[in-house]
Antibody, heavy 117, light 113 residues
C-alpha cells in the first residue's frame, strides 16, 4: 500500500518561499504511470488543486498559481516537492500531497502551513 | 476552468434514509472517444484527508460500502447514499479530472437529522 507523508516548515513569513516535500513509501515514485499532486485546503474551506507532476516529468499547474509554483521529483529520495514563492496570508492552508491517475487516490495526512510574520 | 457546483450546500438526513447530493459541471466532462465521465466523488471527515469513493462517475473504489453509488453523465451527476449510517457524517466533494486545472465542487456537508 502506497503511503505519502508531507513535511516542511509550519510557519513561513510573507513574501518568502513555501517549500514542502512529500515522501513516498510502499512503492517507487518512478514506476508506473501516475500523477503526483499537491492540493491545499484553507481552514473551513474547500479543496484547491495546486498542480501535479507525472512520472514522465511533465507538469501541470493551476493558472491561478502558475507564476509562483514549481513541482519537482527526486527519484533518488522517492520524494516530490512543492515550491510556492512570494507567499501571503491567503496561502495559509493544509497542504496535501496525493497520487492518482487523474483522480487522486492515495493522500498524505496533510500539513498545516501558516503564513505570518 | 471547469466550474463544479454542488447542491445542496448542506443536508440533514435521518439514519437509514436516502441522501442525495448533486454536482453540475460548467461544461461536459464526458470524453467522447472512450465514453467515460471524468468525475470523482470524495468523502472528507474532520481532520482527515479526502477519501476517494467513486471514479468514472459511477465506479465504486475498492472497500467503499455499496450503499454509496454515483450516477449521471455529461454535466449532471449525483452521489447517493442509500441508507445513511452514522459514520457517513462528512463533507462530500465532486471533482472533475477531464481537464486541468482539476477542480472541485464547493462541498456538501451531510449531517444526521
Amino acid at each position: 500500500q502506497v503511503q505519502l507523508q508531507e513535511s516542511g516548515p509550519g510557519l513561513v513569513k510573507p513574501a518568502q518561499t513555501l517549500s514542502l516535500t512529500c515522501t513516498v513509501s510502499g512503492g517507487s515514485i518512478s514506476s508506473g504511470s501516475y500523477y503526483w499532486s499537491w492540493i491545499r485546503q484553507p481552514a473551513g474551506k474547500g479543496l484547491e488543486w495546486i498542480g501535479r507532476i507525472h512520472t514522465s516529468g511533465s507538469t501541470n499547474y493551476n493558472p491561478s498559481l502558475k507564476s509562483r509554483v514549481t513541482i519537482s521529483i527526486d527519484t533518488s529520495k522517492n520524494q516530490f516537492s512543492l515550491n510556492l514563492t512570494s507567499v501571503t496570508a491567503a496561502d495559509t492552508a493544509v497542504y496535501y500531497c496525493a497520487r492518482g491517475v487523474g483522480y487522486p487516490l492515495y493522500w498524505g495526512q496533510g500539513t498545516l502551513v501558516t503564513v505570518s510574520s | 476552468d471547469i466550474v463544479m457546483t454542488q447542491s445542496p450546500d448542506s443536508l440533514a438526513v435521518s439514519l437509514g434514509e436516502r441522501a442525495t447530493i448533486n454536482c453540475k459541471s460548467s461544461q461536459t466532462v464526458l470524453y467522447s472517444s472512450n465514453n467515460k465521465n471524468y468525475l470523482a466523488w470524495y468523502q472528507q471527515k474532520p481532520g482527515q484527508p479526502p477519501k476517494l469513493l467513486i471514479y468514472w462517475a459511477s465506479t465504486r473504489e475498492s472497500g467503499v460500502p455499496d450503499r454509496f453509488s454515483g450516477s449521471g453523465s455529461g454535466t449532471d451527476f449525483t452521489l447517493t447514499i442509500s441508507s445513511l449510517q452514522a459514520e457517513d457524517v462528512a463533507v462530500y466533494y465532486c471533482q472533475q479530472y477531464y481537464d486541468t486545472p482539476i477542480t472541485f465542487g464547493q462541498g456538501t456537508r451531510l449531517e444526521i437529522k
